[in-house]
């Protein structure tokens, strides 16, 4: 393990470097706490600075709770993550499929089929004060209702209107819409809320104090004890704006409306590294933490996506991990094989935090600290019918999003949401998707998926993107 100066002084750097207003890090380890520290301030006035206990939203991390939540109820038999969704919510139906496919285990692993759709955006835009922006207008505009009740999304869900992904279980492709049913399942199969589940049964036992699902914010205002951060983000010209005008989005509540700190979630990342255990107690049943990420799951360098956690190799150890992003909320959290746990949590809007988890990891692992990880690299080689990929690929989740792939010279471009890049090939039909003028510079990775001589769809980071 590197020195924790070392460390301090390279986040210290790469922060400032990024211009990030504010961020925790915490790294513990089985002796304890290994680095805490605070980076930048909690607002524009510059004297409220970040500690490891300012409070965060957490955004998408939230999920891998709400799946928790599910696997601890399979053990107590109150439910089973084959159990169709159908039990649940009768009126609940994916096109085309065989509503005994669509289970609570294939919306925990984004695989039921839902591509990127609009309801999750369209909850934030109606139930929140949001600035008058494209998005918000055009959100306002199409919104067929304020998408704060969960009977909202089934029925959006089941009235179709959009081509499934394959059959349940066959394609992974990122759903928020998912995670809100689950969250209601939860309350069904247990018997209380999501909220008292995850207090009672996990901020509680751990000690996270300062830990809290609430959907306005107020309990996190109330539990923050002043010690929370506003939420910035970039306008077009580059210029950081502030507010204190957290994201509301009723029927998503497991899915990213957790609000913590970089300490507390340290603790429960840790408890899932030890196989549910916690300062020498069994705070979950070993059984759902082996059924959240356990052998089940394969173990490789590219990412696979378990119950509510993706799960890979980096640096020969196997990391449980997820990433989380809203209106002033970037994250990224999670565990290392032997006992590690990370979180490093950010106030400005929708960030990559992954250079900085991996400094972590390799704080851990004793590697370089600038050394990363991406499991799809250039591989020089060139793809032998690229005329396979061309074609324009589309996502609805918010503003519509073009992934449109061309040929120049013989090699595969693409348009990605009005950006240009190159695809540099990997393996496979996967793709590093690199800045058009810098090479280096990766904006994403794309996975084509090809039946009868083409592509029907393009994995954009972990949403699906269906030709057009």
């Known amino acids: ?66 799946a928790l939540a599910c696997c601890i109820l399979e053990t107590e038999g109150k439910m089973s993550l084959e159990d169709p969704v159908v039990k649940y919510f009768p009126d609940f139906h994916i096109p085309g499929a065989a509503d005994e496919c669509v289970t609570v285990r294939t919306l925990a692993m984004h695989c039921a089929g839902i591509p990127p759709m609009e309801p999750l955006e369209w909850s934030i835009a109606m139930n929140s004060v949001e600035r008058d922006t494209e998005w918000y207008r055009e959100m306002l505009r199409t919104a067929p209702n304020k998408m704060d009740k969960i009977e909202q999304i089934v029925d959006y869900i089941s009235a179709g209107g959009y081509e499934p992904l394959g059959a349940p279980g066959e394609y992974m492709s990122y759903s928020n819409e998912g995670y809100a049913i689950l969250s209601y399942i939860v309350d069904q199969a247990s018997g209380t809320t999501l909220e008292e589940f995850l207090s009672e049964r996990i901020f509680g036992p751990l000690g996270m104090t300062r830990t809290v699902l609430d959907l306005d914010c107020s309990e996190a205002k109330a539990l923050a004890g002043g010690n929370i951060t506003s939420l910035f983000e970039r306008e077009e010209d580059g210029t950081l704006v502030w507010d204190d005008n957290w994201s509301v989005l009723p029927p998503f509540r497991g899915c990213a409306c957790v609000k913590s700190t970089a300490r507390d979630i340290t603790k429960y990342y840790q408890m ?197």
């Not at 590197?2 to 390279?10: A, F, M, Q």
């Not at 990412?303 to 990433?323: D, I, N, Q, R, T």
């Open 272 to 468: 899932l590294a030890d196989g549910g255990r916690w300062e020498g107690r069994q705070v979950i049943p070993a059984e759902a933490a082996e059924l959240m990420y356990g052998r089940g799951f394969p173990l490789q360098k590219e990412p696979f996506y378990c119950m509510g956690l993706e799960k890979s190799l980096v640096g020969g150890k196997m990391v449980c991990e997820h990433a989380g992003g809203l209106h002033g909320v970037s994250t990224q959290g999670g565990f290392m094989e032997g006992g590690y746990s990370v979180a490093v949590l950010c106030n400005e809007s929708e960030l990559d935090m992954k250079e900085f988890q991996w400094a972590c990891y390799n704080f851990i692992l004793g590697l370089a600290l600038e050394t990363k990880h991406y499991a799809v690299v250039p591989s020089g080689r060139v793809f032998g019918k690229p005329e396979m990929l061309c074609g324009d690929f589309l996502s609805k989740e918010g503003l519509k999003v073009h992934c449109t792939v061309s040929l120049e010279d013989g090699r595969p471009v693409a348009d990605y949401n009005g950006k240009k890049v190159r695809l540099l090939y990997g393996s496979g039909t996967s793709f590093v998707a690199a800045d058009w003028e810098n090479p280096e510079e990766r904006v994403s990775t794309f996975r084509f998926y090809i039946r009868d001589g083409k592509a029907w769809g393009v994995k954009c980071g972990s949403r699906i993107y269906q030709r057009v």
């Open 1 to 66: 393990m590197r020195n924790g100066k070392e460390l301090e002084t390279y986040l210290e750097k790469l922060f400032g470097k990024r211009g990030y207003p504010g961020m925790a890090v915490c790294i513990r380890g089985p002796e304890g706490i290994l680095f805490d520290k605070g980076f930048g301030f909690r607002n524009t006035q510059k004297k409220t600075v970040v500690d490891g206990d300012t409070v965060f939203g957490i955004a998408s991390m939230s999920k891998s709770m709400t």
